[in-house]
């Protein structure tokens, strides 16, 4: 099934918007996961066990994993996600010349990592981004990023008037694919502009939280006919940091719980 296709159901399904970031920094772990094989894939089996009623979408960040047991914690990480029916977007960023994407679209293949949706860089242009399309897989660019830097070279003005961002949502908009756009929660009225720039694709909306983003411009602009996905990644997984034993991811469910409502206070 078409990525957006399934995600509007899961979205239907737990009445939630919310993706939950799994990067799992290591020196923030609890000592109880510490001492286990895979301590990346027992944390985000709890955190996964303890949100998934709440969670539309998973979002590991690729940057968390990329050691040789990271990639089998991620690995064992997407099929448990799977088996709780809950598609997974890998933050990756990627995009390169054809033959290098191909190899990096390989992520997306079942029998390679099996994401369902991939974030990827617009800098190399149109055809770096190619071998990402051709597949059910989503496909989320990179248009207004939530970081302070997002705006040295996103929000420079082209000869044509438009920012370098605006161009990025155009062009991403007129692709043919499953094509989403990354816009952070950090840059409302950027969410707004794009939003007209793109008005038939879903955001993947990172930034609030952790970050301190706007949650509710997130919902306003983030969704198109409803789908859409707005991350917190270490404002969930590590709410419960002062508890221990279950409790630690108690909080992480109870901290996705309520995003999920806060968002759709505002849906
Ligand atoms: O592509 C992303 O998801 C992303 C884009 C962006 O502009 N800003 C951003 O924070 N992200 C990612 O979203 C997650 C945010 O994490 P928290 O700040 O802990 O919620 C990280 O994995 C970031 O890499």
């Given amino acids: 099934m078409a990525f957006f296709d399934r995600l509007a159901e899961r979205i239907a399904a737990t009445d939630s918007v919310v993706s939950v970031g799994l990067d799992p920094d290591p020196d923030r772990l609890p000592e109880h996961v510490t001492d286990r094989d895979l301590p990346r894939w027992a944390f985000n089996r709890r955190i996964i066990d303890a949100t998934h009623e709440y969670a539309a979408a998973y979002k590991p960040n690729a940057a968390f994993y990329e ?7 991620l690995e064992e ?16 960023k990627r995009a390169d010349i054809g033959n290098t994407a191909r190899q990096y679209a390989r992520s997306l293949d079942p029998d390679g990592l099996n994401a369902d949706a991939i974030t990827v860089t617009p800098y190399m242009g149109r055809d770096a981004l190619a071998p990402f399309l051709n597949t059910d897989a989503g496909v989320f660019v990179l248009a207004r990023t939530s970081n302070s830097g997002g705006a040295d070279l996103q929000d420079l ?12 949502a155009g062009m991403a908009a007129d692709l043919q694919g499953e094509v989403g756009l990354v816009v952070g929660a950090t840059a409302p009225e950027e969410l707004e502009t794009v939003r007209s720039i793109a008005p038939n694709c879903p955001f993947l909306v990172p930034g609030i939280g952790a970050q301190g983003g706007d949650a509710e411009a997130a919902v306003e602009y983030g969704l198109s006919d409803g789908v859409g996905l707005v991350n917190s990644s270490r404002g969930i997984i590590f709410a419960g940091e002062t508890a221990s034993g279950d409790d630690y991811f108690r909080a992480a469910g109870a901290a996705a719980r309520q995003l999920r409502d806060r968002l759709n206070d505002s849906r």
Wanted: glycine share 8%; no cysteine; charged share 30%.
């Fill in 157 to 168: 003005e082209l000869a044509s008037g438009e920012t370098v961002y605006e161009r990025v």
């Fill in 77 to 92: 990480t997407i099929a448990y996600a799977h088996g709780k029916d809950v598609p997974v977007v890998l933050d990756a």
């Fill in 67 to 73: 050691d040789p047991d990271g990639w089998r914690a």
